[in-house]
């Protein structure tokens, strides 16, 4: 199987993994059930934002929203928010959550809702203070029109916020499964942008560059949540039902020799400012 269709097929991410948030759901429970680093990813990259009242910012494929979900509370005052999505499904799951929790509150932020491209933006330029891509810009076909899109949009001072996953991300589990599934590499192929490669190819467009790290791991003490993690990641495509019930065996019987199954994670936010280059 080439790559393309698992991680840069626009129809194949618009119509099947990223449909509903089915698939992100079942991979962001196992890192918020079992991190070990007890602050929330999503707060964490809220704090990263720093956020002052009245501030424009664009999410380029928001999910369902989650960023904004968790945060709302803490939204400052007056900042606008324009979510966008390729996958229609996403945008009306971010729009139906968000509009009513957003209706709670006193103070509302302004919250617009958008299907778009990374690489075709339908905005004017210099509409933004802030624009984040948080785990999205490896799934882009075409990812140097994409960052000459967010840059056009962005104001002079503007910042990009761009999270990815490194190398050894996830990696015990993705070498145990490949195990018992051996096709499984072509399914997870290194991706195009990561923290391995970000600073250089964000270089290109931005100055300067800045990465913080996100450290944490996981620490597993259910077989459940690993294989919902995996069947999402496209497992069930190259696993026969034996070879999958003996992996369920194999985790199970390492969560109970060692009480638990131990998972590296290496995943951070690249901070880039549109500057002069």
């Not at 393309?4 to 429970?29: E, I």
């Not at 079992?34 to 424009?56: I, M, Y």
């Amino acid at each position: 199987m080439s790559t393309k269709p698992t991680f840069q097929d626009k129809t194949y991410l618009r119509d099947q993994q990223y449909r509903t948030s089915q698939n992100l759901d079942a991979r962001a429970a196992l890192h918020r059930d079992f991190s070990v680093n007890r602050q929330d990813w999503q707060a964490w990259v809220f704090d990263q934002l720093a956020l002052e009242p009245g501030t424009a910012v664009l999410e380029c494929g928001c999910g369902p929203g989650w960023l904004w979900r968790q945060n709302l509370e803490r939204i400052p005052a007056g900042c606008a928010i324009t979510l966008t999505d390729l996958s229609p499904g996403m945008v009306a799951e971010a729009k139906s959550a968000v509009s009513e929790a957003d209706s709670a509150l006193t103070d509302r932020p302004s919250f617009h809702f958008q299907t778009a491209s990374i690489e075709d933006l339908p905005f004017p330029d210099a509409s933004f203070d802030v624009v984040v891509a948080n785990h999205m810009l490896y799934h882009v076909p075409d990812l140097p029109k994409a960052l000459q899109e967010v840059r056009r949009v962005l104001k002079p001072d503007g910042r990009f916020f761009a999270a990815t996953n490194g190398d050894n991300h996830m990696r015990e589990l993705k070498e145990l499964a490949r195990q018992f599934a051996p096709a499984l590499p072509d399914a997870w192929p290194q991706l195009a942008f990561r923290l391995e490669n970000g600073r250089a190819l964000l270089s290109t467009t931005f100055a300067p560059v800045d990465l913080v790290l996100y450290e944490d791991g996981l620490r597993v003490t259910a077989v459940a949540p690993l294989l919902a993690y995996l069947h999402s990641m496209y497992l069930s495509q190259f696993i026969t039902p034996e070879d999958a019930a003996a992996l369920e065996r194999r985790l199970a019987a390492i969560i109970a020799d060692q009480g638990a199954y131990h998972i590296q994670k290496e995943t951070g936010l690249f901070i880039a400012h549109k500057g002069v280059l």
